[in-house]
């Protein structure tokens, strides 16, 4: 049955110009959205439910029960959410056009960022709400701080997803970011991938350039452990161009400068400088590669 209701359903991939998915689903444990039913998908997953909900132009709505397995892809008419065990339900958020302008001009800005990483980046925040599902967790912000101040990084780890699967929030993507990188053996194994697209994400939907250049900073660090040292350093460099004379991001570009061989002078490469001019010399303090 869900094969037949997909095959049914036109693909609703947004045009590969715009860095940001179009149609995202913002989750709530534990509850069901009465009425507004399309037609059920049986013995099928939450991406999957996601999936085909954002797949139809005419779906807005959703609820999964993970008991049953099943799958209520809902038109405008459902109602509001009412209490209901091992359901997920959620209405789907159409992308703002200033949230779109906005990060469309950030990815111009960035020339590194590759059509690749951008495709990345999407595709992950395409798949949060399916891999992170709220949970009934009443304070998961304050209940992330407390884990990873307690050293418990794979619960901090989860519960910032799960945030950032709900609000695709800049701040949220960023903070995922930074908790992968840092995450001690034992604590979940994150590909450098996962964590470049989750700053590449953070860096998109940063508010201000302040926030925005902190994205760069943990992209950077990304790349690094994927060999990309000139484009983390070309990161960097926009990071100090956002955020001038930031004493981390300067310690992070100087180390950046000595690692690809290059000379930075202000935020323009220069290959000829006998002697880079920061204020300080940085120490090599760069996370594992």
Known sequence: MAGSLLAQTPAGD?????????????????????????????????QSCVQACLNMLQCEALTYNASA?????????????????????GRVLDLQPQSLTQAQARAAAARFLS?????????????????YPPSAEPDPAGAAARAEAMGDMATAIRLSATLTAQFDRGEDWA??????????????????????????????????????ALALRWLSFAYERQGRGQDGLAALQLANQLLPNDPAI???????????????????SDTAAAVPRFASRCRARWIRQ
Do not use: W
């Not at 860095?19 to 039913?37: C, K, S, T, V």
């Not at 595709?123 to 399916?130: F, K, Q, T």
């Not at 930074?178 to 590449?200: N, T």
């Open 14 to 46: 947004q045009p590969q110009s715009s860095p940001l998915p179009e149609r995202r689903i913002e989750l709530l444990a534990d509850h069901d959205m009465p009425g507004g039913d399309l037609g059920p998908i049986f013995d099928t997953t939450l």
């Open 69 to 89: 397995r099943a799958c209520f892809p809902k038109d405008g008419s459902a109602t509001a959410p009412v209490p209901f065990a091992n359901a997920l339900s």
């Open 250 to 268: 300067l310690d992070d570009l100087q180390t950046s400068t000595d690692r690809n061989g290059m000379r930075v002078t202000d935020t323009r």
């Open 175 to 212: 903070n995922f970011a930074r908790q992968m990188l840092y995450a001690p053996e034992g604590a979940g194994s994150f590909s450098s991938q996962v964590i470049a697209s989750a700053a590449v994400n953070a860096y998109l939907r940063a508010g201000n350039d302040a926030a925005a």
């Open 115 to 131: 059509d690749y990483d951008l495709r990345e980046a999407r595709s992950l925040a395409n798949g949060m709400a399916a891999m």
